[in-house]
């Protein structure tokens, strides 16, 4: 199977940055993707309804993700008190970025498999790790901006409804509906889990926030949609994709209806 993150490769900056900036993350990646490589072994087994077997706990993702939240404080990445969906996050965008510079593809579809399809056990034990080090970070610490600003994230926060999922205006990322949860409370939004396809895809978050998406209107054979720059309002013939070109700005990006 191809997945669509698969060809992604980082740049030289952003090579860099992982060595000046993250050195302690820099240390702990590699362990934590020996770690997940082989875990991935053991969700490829499948039961006699075709379902991965289950994720044993003697293969050292735990231990070797603790120690990568322990270098996320210590690389300013991760804030003190910072909720575990955000620092979840976060580890997507790490993973994204060490996989586009090592390509260790294994590696980077358990990280998909457990913290999207898994992620209510993801979360809990991300929970259960942050609790447990908390002792060692400084209360006062906050995250630097850096991180966000130079790594490639996947995705921005203009995203669109269509007949058949979200998608993000800005980067070739569609999540179908059958591969989300539509979530009201405690926060509204969707809920990436990829259970129907397994077409994982690390460039998408793993909450989608609803405040992100904009359902288009239709009116008299055009669409109306809002430029994900400027947010002037545009219109479109009602085709399967459009190519959307902005009069004020001149952004052009491209979505489903």
């Given at each position: 199977?191809?997945?669509?993150?698969e060809?992604?490769?980082?740049?030289?900056?952003?090579?860099?940055?992982?060595?000046?900036?993250?050195?302690?993350v820099?240390?702990?990646?590699?362990?934590?993707?020996?770690?997940?490589?082989?875990?991935?072994?053991?969700?490829?087994?499948?039961?006699?309804?075709g379902?991965?077997?289950?994720i044993?706990?003697d293969?050292?993702?735990?231990?070797?993700?603790?120690?990568?939240?322990?270098?996320?404080?210590?690389?300013?990445?991760?804030?003190?008190?910072?909720?575990?969906?955000?620092a979840?996050?976060k580890?997507?965008?790490?993973?994204?970025?060490?996989?586009?510079?090592?390509?260790?593809?294994?590696a980077?579809?358990f990280?998909?498999?457990?913290?999207?399809?898994?992620?209510?056990?993801?979360?809990?034990?991300?929970?259960?790790?942050?609790?447990?080090?908390?002792?060692?970070?400084?209360?006062?610490?906050?995250a630097?901006?850096?991180?966000?600003e130079?790594?490639?994230?996947g995705h921005?926060?203009?995203?669109?409804r269509?007949?058949n999922g979200?998608?993000?205006?800005?980067?070739?990322v569609?999540?179908?509906?059958?591969?989300?949860?539509k979530?009201?409370?405690p926060?509204?939004?969707?809920?990436?889990?990829y259970?129907?396809?397994?077409?994982?895809?690390?460039?998408?978050?793993?909450?989608?926030?609803?405040?992100?998406?904009?359902?288009?209107?239709?009116?008299?054979?055009?669409?109306?949609?809002?430029?994900p720059?400027?947010?002037?309002?545009?219109?479109?013939?009602v085709?399967?994709?459009?190519?959307?070109?902005?009069?004020?700005?001149?952004?052009?990006?491209?979505q489903?209806?």
């Amino acid at each position: 199977m191809q997945y669509l993150f698969e060809n992604i490769r980082a740049n030289s900056t952003q090579i860099e940055f992982f060595k000046t900036k993250l050195p302690h993350v820099s240390q702990a990646m590699p362990e934590f993707f020996r770690s997940m490589a082989i875990a991935y072994k053991s969700i490829e087994q499948k039961n006699l309804y075709g379902m991965p077997q289950g994720i044993r706990q003697d293969l050292g993702v735990d231990t070797s993700l603790k120690l990568l939240l322990i270098a996320c404080f210590n690389d300013h990445v991760i804030a003190a008190n910072e909720s575990a969906k955000s620092a979840i996050e976060k580890l997507r965008v790490l993973t994204l970025n060490w996989y586009a510079i090592k390509g260790e593809i294994n590696a980077a579809l358990f990280f998909s498999y457990y913290f999207y399809t898994m992620s209510s056990n993801a979360l809990f034990i991300t929970k259960d790790l942050l609790k447990q080090i908390e002792f060692l970070v400084d209360a006062s610490q906050s995250a630097s901006h850096a991180f966000e600003e130079t790594l490639l994230i996947g995705h921005s926060k203009s995203w669109y409804r269509s007949s058949n999922g979200v998608g993000d205006k800005l980067n070739d990322v569609f999540i179908h509906d059958s591969d989300f949860t539509k979530t009201d409370l405690p926060k509204p939004g969707y809920q990436v889990h990829y259970k129907k396809s397994f077409q994982y895809d690390l460039r998408a978050p793993i909450f989608v926030d609803l405040t992100w998406v904009e359902a288009p209107v239709t009116s008299d054979g055009k669409v109306i949609m809002s430029c994900p720059s400027c947010g002037q309002k545009c219109r479109g013939p009602v085709f399967a994709q459009l190519e959307v070109r902005c009069p004020r700005c001149k952004q052009v990006w491209t979505q489903r209806t």
